[in-house]
């Protein structure tokens, strides 16, 4: 584990690989977070899911910010979906129940940057 110094630059050599959630495996590369840096108050990994791939619903919380690299991501909200596209990014605000997947072709590859940072005890996963 990494441990950032706060009175110089702290270089993150690589990331974690973190177990994902949902049907299929989805790479978790984290860079900043609990796992990787010791850090709680954000998380910034790198996410690579394929198609066919989803998770339980969640409510989360912690803001949860998305950028997509590559190919689309679906969130599923209360309301209804929005599909994400390469360019995009979307904001899952903390308490809104929200679920991800890439049911498109090639799947999807994106940023995600969560404030505070990921923790399984607060993400709420749907049982």
């Not at 110094?5 to 949902?22: F, Y």
């Not at 790198?46 to 997509?68: A, C, K, L, N």
């Amino acid at each position: 584990m990494l441990r950032c110094n706060t009175t110089m630059p702290t270089l993150i050599p690589h990331p974690a690989r973190i177990e994902s959630a949902g049907t299929k495996i989805k790479i978790i590369e984290e860079y900043v977070g609990r796992v990787n840096s010791s850090t709680t108050g954000v998380s910034v990994a790198h996410m690579r899911s394929p198609e066919g791939w989803e998770e339980p619903g969640q409510t989360p919380e912690f803001d949860e910010y998305t950028i997509v690299l590559h190919g689309t991501l679906r969130v599923q909200h209360q309301s209804g979906a929005l599909d994400v596209a390469a360019g995009q990014a979307v904001l899952a605000s903390r308490g809104e129940w929200i679920r991800y997947s890439t049911p498109f072709s090639g799947g999807a590859e994106y940023i995600a940057v969560c404030l505070p940072a990921f923790s399984p005890q607060t993400v709420h996963r749907d049982l």
